[in-house]
């Protein structure tokens, strides 16, 4: 996706509002008035649920279940592996758009509702799959998180391959952004205008089997530009994703620093736990992080400048997902097949506030 510089994430094209949203954010007191279109699934099992570039992982994902009655697990991380390894998808794994250094550094964590164990890696480098390494750390170790040079120096110990991640094309896209950063410094502007991408894009993947065992992962790039070391939600357990074999599961993509702050897919499991249906616990999830924004992060309205999507799937097998801006969709593979799903939203994005893209003006030399 093509976003301005300040825009940390976006999501495709405005799609019909289906929900109308009254109160004051700022304060916490999102009320969603119009629930009568909110999208309500059944209770089916198995199910495997995703963020929207997943939507080929929730198909093998729910093939490994059905067919070859895999470990809900191993079918969510096969599932992920699937962007992970492609280099088109810009965010996450080989093709991740890098740091501000042009380095690609990932973040990835898994949780195993089964055993209740659970494995994160964060900003490890010149590796592909970190959805793999962080189950490696959940199998192999006591620990939880590793991070950085020794968390890559795990994984070669582990027998993963050291390869170069930046693509050709993340590799431009970086060099765009930085020349554009700063009019006066030693980096030539582009004569053409220039789209400089910028992201949050992650996957997130839930999978549940027929006998209710559940599954989660979240694998990504984290911010584009970011600045090295920066580490995102998605490593971390309880906020880039969250499970309880008693309860379901949740995970999420957008903006992680909004995600820690809120402990988000913790509450959304907690939000289930409570008797909430998924849909209803991911809009729950987001009206608390509307309402732990800071000031600079919102619009007069009190709408945030930023977008954050939630994925949840109830032990029943009941599903959802939820953005803070309408025209997100997800992924979903059960007896009906795969297919995107529109998501439900807290607000309509036409209302999303804009910033201006930078300027990137040619300089005279
Ligand atoms: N949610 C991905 C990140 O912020 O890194």
């Given at each position: 996706m093509?976003?301005?510089?300040r825009?940390f994430?976006g999501?495709?094209?405005?799609?019909a509002?289906?929900?109308?949203?009254?109160g004051?954010a700022?304060?916490?007191?999102?009320?969603?008035?119009d629930?009568?279109l909110?999208?309500?699934?059944?209770?089916?099992?198995?199910?495997?649920v995703a963020?929207a570039n997943g939507?080929r992982?929730?198909?093998?994902?729910?093939?490994?279940?059905t067919?070859?009655?895999?470990?809900?697990?191993d079918?969510?991380i096969?599932?992920v592996?699937i962007?992970e390894?492609?280099p088109e998808?810009q965010?996450?794994?080989l093709?991740g758009?890098?740091n501000?250094?042009g380095?690609?550094?990932?973040?990835a964590s898994c949780?195993?509702?089964?055993?209740?164990r659970?494995?994160g890696?964060?900003?490890?480098e010149d590796?592909?799959?970190p959805?793999?390494v962080a189950?490696?750390?959940?199998?192999?170790t006591?620990?939880?998180?590793?991070?950085g040079a020794?968390?890559?120096?795990f994984?070669?110990q582990?027998g993963?391959?050291?390869q170069?991640l930046l693509?050709?094309?993340?590799?431009?896209?970086?060099?765009?952004?930085?020349a554009?950063l700063?009019?006066n410094?030693?980096?030539l502007?582009?004569?053409?205008p220039v789209?400089?991408?910028?992201?949050?894009g992650?996957i997130n993947m839930?999978?549940?089997?027929a006998?209710g065992?559940v599954s989660?992962v979240?694998?990504?790039?984290g911010?584009?530009?970011?600045?090295p070391g920066?580490?995102?939600d998605?490593?971390?357990i309880g906020a880039?994703?969250y499970?309880?074999?008693?309860?379901?599961g949740?995970?999420?993509t957008?903006r992680?620093?909004?995600?820690m702050k809120?402990c988000?897919?913790?509450?959304?499991?907690?939000?289930?736990?409570?008797g909430?249906a998924p849909?209803q616990a991911?809009l729950?999830?987001l009206e608390?992080?509307?309402a732990m924004?800071?000031?600079?992060?919102?619009?007069?309205r009190?709408?945030?400048?930023?977008?954050?999507?939630f994925y949840?799937v109830s032990?029943?097998?009941r599903f959802?997902s939820?953005?803070?801006?309408?025209?997100?969709?997800?992924a979903?593979?059960d007896?009906?097949?795969?297919?995107?799903?529109?998501?439900?939203y807290?607000?309509?994005?036409?209302e999303?506030p804009r910033?201006p893209?930078p300027?990137?003006v040619n300089?005279?030399?």
């Amino acid at each position: 996706m093509t976003l301005s510089r300040r825009d940390f994430l976006g999501a495709g094209a405005a799609a019909a509002a289906t929900a109308v949203v009254s109160g004051k954010a700022g304060a916490g007191l999102v009320e969603v008035v119009d629930r009568s279109l909110a999208r309500k699934s059944a209770a089916s099992r198995p199910v495997v649920v995703a963020s929207a570039n997943g939507i080929r992982g929730v198909a093998r994902a729910y093939d490994m279940i059905t067919r070859e009655n895999a470990d809900t697990l191993d079918a969510a991380i096969a599932g992920v592996n699937i962007q992970e390894l492609d280099p088109e998808d810009q965010s996450v794994g080989l093709g991740g758009l890098p740091n501000a250094e042009g380095v690609v550094q990932l973040d990835a964590s898994c949780m195993h509702g089964p055993t209740k164990r659970a494995g994160g890696v964060a900003c490890i480098e010149d590796i592909a799959t970190p959805s793999l390494v962080a189950k490696a750390v959940m199998d192999y170790t006591d620990h939880v998180l590793l991070v950085g040079a020794g968390a890559k120096k795990f994984a070669l110990q582990m027998g993963f391959k050291e390869q170069n991640l930046l693509t050709e094309e993340s590799r431009q896209d970086w060099l765009r952004w930085r020349a554009c950063l700063n009019g006066n410094d030693a980096w030539l502007d582009h004569t053409d205008p220039v789209v400089i991408k910028f992201h949050t894009g992650t996957i997130n993947m839930i999978a549940l089997n027929a006998a209710g065992d559940v599954s989660t992962v979240t694998t990504t790039s984290g911010l584009s530009w970011k600045l090295p070391g920066r580490v995102g939600d998605s490593p971390l357990i309880g906020a880039g994703q969250y499970c309880d074999n008693l309860v379901g599961g949740a995970g999420t993509t957008g903006r992680g620093e909004a995600v820690m702050k809120t402990c988000a897919s913790f509450l959304t499991v907690e939000h289930m736990r409570q008797g909430m249906a998924p849909e209803q616990a991911c809009l729950k999830t987001l009206e608390r992080i509307v309402a732990m924004t800071e000031a600079r992060l919102l619009d007069e309205r009190g709408r945030p400048r930023f977008d954050v999507d939630f994925y949840a799937v109830s032990k029943d097998g009941r599903f959802g997902s939820a953005s803070i801006y309408s025209g997100s969709r997800f992924a979903v593979a059960d007896a009906s097949g795969a297919r995107h799903v529109e998501s439900a939203y807290l607000y309509p994005r036409a209302e999303r506030p804009r910033t201006p893209r930078p300027a990137c003006v040619n300089q005279a030399r």
